[in-house]
């Protein structure tokens, strides 16, 4: 499966994480790529209409990167963020779903 971001600033945004959230984040983009396949929970859940979620923590805290799959085995990651209250922001959750709409229309990633 190939990995792809939505744009370079995201890419670097989550490479700015505390070492142990990116170094999770790592792992968990690693096992799609070695099963080719999404995983299942408790690490990815699904959103509805397309949209999942990474679940990553460590023990620099907990942190939340939105994605979506499209045809041709591509992962696009849509957006993500340190987490910091219970819920997803609805910002967050706003600008994945926007994201979303846009890369499935245009069927493609950076």
């Known amino acids: ?12 945004e989550i490479e700015a994480w505390p070492t142990g959230l990116y170094a999770d984040f790592l792992y968990r983009i690693s096992l799609i790529e070695q099963a080719g396949r999404v995983q ?20 620099d805290g907990i942190a939340r ?5 499209l045809k041709g085995d591509k ?10 209250t219970q819920k997803a922001p609805p910002h967050e959750l706003g600008i994945a ?10 069927g493609s990633g950076t």
């Open 1 to 12: 499966m190939q990995i792809l971001f939505y744009s370079d600033r995201l890419r670097r």
């Open 40 to 59: 299942a929970a408790p690490w990815s859940k699904a959103l509805g209409e397309g949209l999942f979620e990474f679940r990553c923590r460590s023990q």
């Open 65 to 69: 990167a939105f994605y979506c799959t």
């Open 75 to 84: 992962l696009i990651v849509l957006c993500g963020y340190i987490k910091k």
């Open 97 to 106: 779903r926007r994201r979303l709409k846009e890369v499935k229309a245009h």
